[in-house]
């Protein structure tokens, strides 16, 4: 049996792991024919190549960014695992502190204004651990991130509510397209479409299967959607000169941005080149993202134990707040889209799209995950990480068939019917995590030691079956009730909305197929 270039069967074990050597492609420069040698400065530690007539020339030290990783077609996913302190919870920290010492100073030119984006995802891991409601957890998140000088923290269900509203308008702007073409699709945006919020899927398409390019969805994830509401929107509109404190103006370089994210992979996501300020290209959307365990051993390296925190109140700017509370139930409640934690994109656009295109309102957000419209049938195709769904239009007739694809294994299956041109879907909710997003390599593992008075010991299943129950504790809030989010769009984007160029252009990004270096590998040098 053949399987794409890059992963062989012993790969196929939903968990890639890096090499012993990085193979990053490393350029063998020419050298002159003129002996020279290398010697050691063992006061700094530096190296300095000394020519015949005494010459010293100080050698570069070789470094690897996590975008040289984006640029090489060695890894296919967890390249991060060994660059993992390009971005952690240790740059966090330095930043906060170095913060306070600017502050203490008076040196404003370098005091940064700290914002960090915290995923839901997080909040379920933190809560089924402490046994607390997601409300609690968010809370105390929140001023155990206050304590420690964070300016503000929000919540990226907020975002993946914009990113739900724009992926729903382009499935559907794809469908027409092809109806309209006789049922051919285009070669820039074919069917079926693949979703976009997984970037150890995207990394992985990018190197090993660059014709699928054009199907995944060109809609940011919504770490990104994030980093350009607070880079941009929250500059522009909340950030004014005169809540500097000084006479020295916020500028998005001085807005350090923080994801709190399920998963490493995010941390590559955000160092792409498409995520960079287009007026000021030094500058990231998202500064450093960390994983939720990371949050974990920076809240234990400050001292703060989770709970004993107070509960503090929660920025609700950029947070998905439910929009009508159950009657009786005291301040605001986080809500969560329809689906499963991996941000509900087969819902949403299942139900988006049988308004747009058939006129059924009756399949809502919420209909495959409660299996309450007799329109939507749900089928297991290989496991439980393989799901098929299907609108059934009230003639009887198939009006659209979805899947819902984790992991690798599954990857793999689904990419040989496409290539094949035997692929029945037409939108793809894919994660390259067993079990989507709520498993994610950075979340807080199955507790292997009981908590006094929370829980005890569990396998990794029964564990993350405990995260996804949590999560799914949270109310159910279509996007387009997001009625702060409807706002921001208008003013962010006028009347034409997220069909504005605009939006396009702040909202969309791109992909590109990573082709081999030939130059020699890092590997090959080591011999």
Known sequence: MAF???????????????SQACIKPVEVKKKSDQ?????????????????????????ETASITLNDCLACSGCITSAESVLIAMQSHQEVWNVLQANQ?????????????????VSPQTYASFAAKYGLGIEQTAQRITAALKQLGVDHVFDTSFARDLSLLKIGQEFVDRFQTKQSSGGASSNDNPLPMLASACPGWVCYAEKTHGSLLPHISHTRSPQQMMGALVKDYFYRRH?????????????????????????????LEASREDFQLADDPQTKEVDCVISTSELEVLFSQCQIS??????????????????DPTPG????????????????????????AAHRLFGLDSVVPGTVEGASSPLIRVKTVRNADFREVTLV??????????????GFRNIQTLVRKIKLGRCPYQFVEIMACPSGCINGGGQIRALTEPIPDTV??????????????TYKSLPVQDPTANSPLASIIQDWFGDQGLASEQARSRLETQYRAVTDTPTTSAVVEGW
Not at 6 to 17: K, M
Not at 102 to 113: E, F, I, R, T
Not at 257 to 267: F, L, S
Not at 456 to 469: F, Q
Request: some cysteine; glycine content about 8%; aromatic content about 10%.
């Open 4 to 18: 794409s270039a890059g992963l062989t069967l012993s790969d196929l074990n939903d968990y890639i792991s890096p």
């Open 35 to 59: 002996s020279s040698a290398i010697t050691v400065d063992n006061r700094t530690g530096d190296y300095y190549e000394v020519a015949l007539d005494g010459t010293e020339t100080k050698l």
């Open 101 to 117: 010492t600017a502050k203490s100073q008076g040196q404003w030119d370098q005091v940064k204004h700290i914002v960090v984006s």
């Open 239 to 267: 950030l004014s000169p005169e809540q500097s404190g000084t006479s020295i103006p916020w500028t998005p370089e001085r807005i350090y941005h923080v994801c709190i994210m399920p998963c490493y992979d995010k941390k």
């Open 306 to 323: 989770f709970p004993q925190l107070p509960e503090a109140p929660l920025d609700t700017l950029f947070t998905k707040i439910e929009a």
């Open 329 to 352: 139930e005291q301040g605001a409640r986080l809500a969560r889209a329809a689906g499963t934690s991996s941000g509900g994109y087969l819902e949403y656009v299942m139900a988006y």
């Open 393 to 406: 239009l009230p003639d009887g007739s198939v009006g659209l068939r979805f899947a819902a694809v984790y």
């Open 456 to 469: 005890g010991p569990m396998s990794p299943k029964e564990w993350v079956n405990l995260c996804e129950a």
